[in-house]
C-alpha cells in the first residue's frame, strides 16, 4: 500500500457539469499521474505533476487540468464534462528510494465516473 | 498512433502452462520497459521490469524477453496458476518510470 486514496470512487454526472476527481498520498512523493484506463486503449496518461504547482500534460489532456497546490494532493478537473469522458480515472505517484526516483508507479483504486 | 503494441488481446492457458504476451514499440528512445498486472477492481501493480542493456531478466515464473534490433519484447509466465488470471500491460518510458507509454492490455485466463 503506497498510501494513495482517489475520491470519489464512484461518480455519475451529466453532460456538460464540471467534474474534480481527488488523488491522495501521505509518503511526500515528488511526481505523481493521471491516467485513463478505456477498453482497447490501455492506460492512456492524462497529465502529471513533478511537484507543487509543477505540471504538464500527457497525451489525452484535452478536456482535463489539474492542480497541485501542496505535496499530497493532486486534482483532476473536467471543467465541462462529455460521454467521451466516461472512464476509469487512475492516480499514480513514482516510487523513490530516498532521493532516487525509481522506475515504479504505484496506483490508486481507480475512479469510475459516467457521463450521461 | 499506439506508440507500444501488444498482443494478443486476450488468452487462455490450461494450468500448468506457459502464457506469453508480446508487445512492440517504435520509439528506439525508450529505456524501460515494465509490465504491470492488474485484477479486477485494482488498480495496477508493477510485476517485473527491464531495462535495454540485458536481453532476459527472470523473477520467479516470470520471465522478461527483449529483442532490442527487433524493438520487442515479451513476458513468459511459466507454470501458469488460475492465481495468474488478471490483465497485463506492457508499458515503456524514455525517462526511468515517468510518463509510462502502456499498451492495450492483454486478459490472461487460465483454467484449472
Known amino acids: 500500500d503506497a498510501g494513495i486514496t482517489q475520491s470519489p470512487r464512484h461518480k455519475v454526472t451529466e453532460t456538460g457539469t464540471p467534474v474534480t476527481l481527488r488523488c491522495h498520498q501521505t509518503?511526500?512523493?515528488?511526481?505523481m499521474y493521471w491516467y485513463r484506463q478505456d477498453p482497447g486503449h490501455g492506460l492512456r496518461l492524462i497529465h502529471y505533476?513533478?511537484?507543487?504547482?509543477?505540471?504538464d500534460k500527457g497525451e489525452v489532456s484535452d478536456g482535463y487540468s489539474v492542480s497541485r497546490s501542496k505535496t499530497e494532493d493532486f486534482l483532476l478537473t473536467l471543467e465541462s464534462a462529455t460521454s467521451s469522458q466516461t472512464s476509469v480515472y487512475f492516480c499514480?505517484?513514482?516510487?523513490?528510494?530516498?532521493?532516487?526516483?525509481?522506475?515504479?508507479?504505484?496506483f490508486g483504486e481507480g475512479s469510475r465516473l459516467t457521463v450521461l | 498512433q499506439q506508440q507500444v503494441k501488444q498482443s494478443p488481446q486476450s488468452l487462455i492457458v490450461q494450468k500448468g502452462g506457459i502464457s506469453i504476451i508480446n508487445c512492440a514499440y517504435e520509439?528506439?528512445?525508450?529505456?524501460?520497459f515494465p509490465w504491470y498486472q492488474q485484477f479486477p477492481g485494482k488498480g495496477p501493480a508493477l510485476l517485473i521490469a527491464?531495462?535495454?542493456?540485458?536481453s532476459e531478466k527472470k523473477e520467479g515464473r516470470f520471465t522478461i524477453s527483449f529483442n532490442k534490433s527487433a524493438k520487442q519484447f515479451s513476458l513468459h509466465i511459466m507454470d501458469s496458476q488460475p492465481g495468474d488470471s488478471a490483465t497485463y500491460f506492457c508499458?515503456?518510458?524514455?525517462?526511468?518510470?515517468?510518463?509510462?507509454?502502456f499498451g492495450a492490455g492483454t486478459i490472461l485466463r487460465v483454467k484449472s
Open positions: 499514480a505517484i513514482r516510487g523513490n528510494t530516498g532521493s532516487l526516483n525509481t522506475g515504479e508507479l504505484f
Open positions: 509518503e511526500n512523493h515528488r511526481y
Open positions: 505533476s513533478y511537484g507543487v504547482k509543477d505540471t
Open positions: 520509439n528506439t528512445a525508450f529505456d524501460y
Open positions: 527491464i531495462r535495454p542493456d540485458v
Open positions: 508499458a515503456a518510458s524514455m525517462e526511468y518510470g515517468n510518463k509510462l507509454v
